[in-house]
């Protein structure tokens, strides 16, 4: 079993720029494909960018792509969401998911969560 813990939030303003970071412990990292999601208040959680066991391939979701970019460090048991251009639309809770054999936009595809750090954007 994989233990995720997310880090990186915080407040920044519109146009800014934000790296988020998960570790993993717990697990072999590279067994797993990895997702990012966010979830604001009174919404669902949204899938935001994953990607596959070794990063090759990447998914984004229409309205973050060309804006973050999601990468992983195998050696270093991490993944992480390179968040520029952020709009006051991107505040939400993000969180890392972890899957075996899946990288894609469905929740449910997922086995493991972090608890979630919060990215706030100000207009």
């Known amino acids: 079993q994989v233990q995720l813990v997310e880090s990186g939030g915080g407040l920044v303003q519109a146009g800014g720029s934000l790296r988020l970071s998960c570790a993993a412990s717990?697990?072999?990292?590279?067994?797993?494909?990895m997702g990012w999601f966010r979830q604001a208040p009174g919404k669902e959680r949204e899938f935001v960018a994953a990607?596959?066991?070794?990063?090759?391939?990447?998914y984004y979701s229409y309205s973050v792509k060309g804006r973050f970019t999601i990468s992983r460090d195998n050696a270093k048991n991490t993944v992480y969401l390179q968040m520029n251009s952020l709009e006051p639309e991107d505040t939400a809770v993000y969180f890392c998911?972890?899957?075996?054999?899946?990288?894609?936009?469905?929740?449910?595809?997922?086995?493991?969560w972090g608890q979630g750090t919060q990215v706030t954007v100000s207009s």
């Open positions: 717990g697990g072999t990292f590279s067994s797993y494909d």
């Open positions: 990607t596959n066991w070794n990063g090759v391939h990447t």
């Open positions: 998911a972890a899957s075996l054999g899946y990288y894609g936009e469905y929740v449910d595809k997922y086995n493991y």
